[in-house]
């Protein structure tokens, strides 16, 4: 039954057919008050053609054509809304000596859709916003303390982006884009409230593979026989999606929340990936390393809220069973 007006809360879902927005969908779709307005850049692409067959989308999912740089097609899907999840950025690495033009295209998009979707909910009073940022915006400080896990104090700054060559583009995006996100709340007096989540992984709703997914398996898969037996952290992309809806539930949720898992050693992680799916080829050896040189994450302030995670093996189970069902192990 769809929910009436009086009693439903209506939210947009930018960037909707993407890994993690394609889960909010769907746990928003899951409770009965929520009625949803999704957008996507190509109505007709058959990679955001899951989203239909959400449970209840027939009900309660609008999908609206928009892309965040064109302010009006954003308009147009966040009017009438009470909530917004700004989840749509370009995720991608920019190979060295490729010719595209990562300051345009990741940076700028990034920054320039995000202050697009932010006016927007001013101009529709939405009540609040809630940005997916990454720890991409946390870690890239060289001023943060070896050894302590990053908390919400620490902001990446852009020469430690910049040394990250291929990630730079990305790691900065996310940085300026959520740093510009505080500084439009600080002069409207609007509620954002940003979520920088670690390395996302889970299973897949989409028959394209997410550029977190790539990351994984080259994590996995290890760079030869021996490697450095660090920690890692994987996050479930379900875990993920509950975080954005308490981040947009909870009445006193403010400022930015680290969204992290408990590191587990690469080890632990290769050796459950190998009994689910033994034909990558893994790496064989593992040398020990200092903890200290591994970058970990607080993510107190989020729990305080309510927020759990589940085991890690969970994660790694159903990621590989979607996988093979999907046909994208290679
Ligand atoms: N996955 C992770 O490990 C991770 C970790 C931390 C933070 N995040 C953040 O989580 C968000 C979602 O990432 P994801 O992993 O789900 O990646 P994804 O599947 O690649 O999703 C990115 C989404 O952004 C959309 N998008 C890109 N440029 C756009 C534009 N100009 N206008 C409208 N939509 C645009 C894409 O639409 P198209 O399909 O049309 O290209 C896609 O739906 C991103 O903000 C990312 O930075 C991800």
């Not at 920019?94 to 920054?111: Q, R, W, Y």
């Not at 409207?188 to 593979?209: E, S, Y």
């Not at 790496?283 to 302030?301: A, I, R």
Request: aromatic share 10%; charged share 25%.
């Amino acid at each position: 039954m769809e929910p009436s007006p009086a009693t439903s809360t209506t939210v947009c879902v930018t960037g909707a057919g993407g890994f993690l927005a394609s889960w909010v969908l769907k746990l928003l779709l899951s409770k009965d008050h929520y009625v949803v307005h999704g957008t996507v850049r190509d109505l007709r692409d058959g990679k955001n053609a899951h989203l239909k067959a959400l449970e209840n989308a027939g009900k309660r999912l609008r999908l609206f054509k928009a892309d965040v740089l064109d302010y009006d097609s954003v308009t147009s899907a966040i009017a009438g809304c009470d909530g917004v999840f700004h989840i749509a950025s370009p995720v991608t690495p920019v190979p060295s000596g490729l010719a595209t033009n990562p300051e345009e295209d990741v940076i700028a998009t990034a920054v320039i859709g995000t202050l697009n979707v932010l006016k927007a909910s001013y101009e529709a009073k939405v009540k609040r916003v809630v940005v997916v940022s990454s720890v991409a915006a946390v870690f890239n400080n060289p001023n943060w303390p070896k050894g302590k896990p990053f908390n919400e104090d620490s902001w990446s700054d852009e020469d430690c982006c910049r040394k990250k060559g291929e990630w730079y583009s990305y790691f900065f995006s996310k940085t300026l884009a959520e740093r510009e996100a505080f500084v439009y709340a600080a002069k409207t007096g609007m509620d954002i409230v940003t979520i920088c989540p670690a390395l996302v992984i889970g299973p897949l709703m989409q028959p394209t593979v997410p550029t977190s997914i790539k990351v994984f398996f080259d994590i996995v898969k290890g760079e030869g026989e021996t490697v450095g037996n660090r920690l890692e952290i994987l996050l479930d992309v379900r875990d993920v999606a509950n975080a954005l809806l308490l981040a947009y539930e909870t009445p006193e949720a403010s400022g930015r929340y680290i969204c992290s898992s408990t590191p587990r050693k690469l080890c632990d992680i290769i050796n459950i990936s190998k009994s689910l799916y033994p034909n990558f080829t893994y790496p064989q050896k593992f040398l020990e390393v200092e903890e200290e040189d591994s970058t970990t994450f607080s993510s107190e302030k989020l729990q305080k809220l309510g927020w759990t995670f589940r085991h890690m093996e969970e994660t790694i189970r159903d990621s590989f069973e979607s996988y093979t069902a999907l046909g994208i192990l290679t």
